[in-house]
């Protein structure tokens, strides 16, 4: 083993190695390590530490943990219902996890720092505070800024909340969006 602690045997199986071939990696490991060291073992932790992508999966489970007890204001029905509706239309794993997660942000202590922490990405976490309306924002508002925004998805993922929300409310309910 060199000085910086390269052994051979546990990269290689256990393979017996004869001493003197042992010793001459051990050293050729030891000078490519030497004044590396600190940068090659950071970005093994670094490796090891990052939390693998967050996914669909992540992103249903998420959403049924926090609208489990909360009834959809248009028809009283369990809100899950109308978050599966709108994110099972998205095109890719992308559209389903922002579909799922539109309105996630301040509910039961969500921020996009703790969706970044779950492993969702920085353009999922950018859309998700696009598409969460404003404290006094009417919606024609809110249609309207994410529209400026030119981000082709969350509008997607906005026009099929509305077709959903219509197909389910009479039309004197409309003003409950």
Same mark, same amino acid.
């Given at each position: 083993?060199?000085?910086?602690?390269?052994?051979?045997?546990?990269?290689?199986?256990?393979?017996?190695?004869?001493?003197?071939?042992?010793?001459?990696?051990?050293?050729?490991?030891?000078?490519?390590?030497?004044?590396?060291?600190?940068?090659?073992?950071?970005?093994?932790?670094?490796?090891?530490?990052?939390?693998?992508?967050?996914?669909?999966?992540?992103?249903?489970?998420?959403?049924?943990?926090?609208?489990?007890?909360?009834?959809?204001?248009?028809?009283?029905?369990?809100?899950?219902?109308?978050?599966?509706?709108?994110?099972?239309?998205?095109?890719?794993?992308?559209?389903?996890?922002?579909?799922? *997660? %539109? @309105?996630? +942000?301040?509910?039961? &202590?969500?921020?996009?720092? =703790?969706?970044?922490?779950?492993?969702?990405? /920085?353009?999922?976490?950018?859309?998700?505070?696009?598409?969460?309306?404003?404290?006094?924002?009417? *919606? %024609? @508002?809110? +249609?309207?800024?994410? &529209?400026?925004?030119?981000? =082709?998805?969350?509008?997607?993922?906005?026009? /099929?909340?509305?077709?959903?929300?219509?197909?389910?409310?009479?039309?004197?309910?409309?003003?409950?969006?």
């Amino acid at each position: 083993m060199g000085t910086l602690g390269f052994d051979w045997s546990r990269y290689c199986n256990g393979t017996p190695l004869p001493e003197t071939d042992g010793k001459a990696i051990s050293a050729l490991m030891d000078a490519f390590l030497e004044g590396r060291k600190e940068d090659f073992f950071d970005g093994i932790h670094a490796e090891l530490s990052r939390k693998p992508a967050a996914n669909v999966d992540d992103a249903i489970g998420l959403a049924a943990d926090a609208y489990c007890d909360e009834a959809d204001p248009v028809d009283g029905r369990p809100a899950i219902i109308s978050i599966l509706s709108v994110a099972t239309q998205g095109k890719d794993d992308e559209e389903v996890i922002c579909g799922a *997660l %539109r @309105d996630i +942000l301040g509910k039961a &202590g969500w921020t996009p720092g =703790r969706l970044r922490e779950w492993g969702f990405s /920085e353009k999922v976490v950018d859309r998700l505070i696009l598409l969460k309306r404003k404290d006094g924002e009417s *919606l %024609r @508002d809110h +249609l309207h800024r994410i &529209g400026q925004s030119g981000d =082709r998805i969350a509008f997607r993922i906005v026009a /099929e909340e509305m077709k959903d929300r219509l197909d389910r409310c009479r039309p004197e309910e409309i003003s409950k969006f």
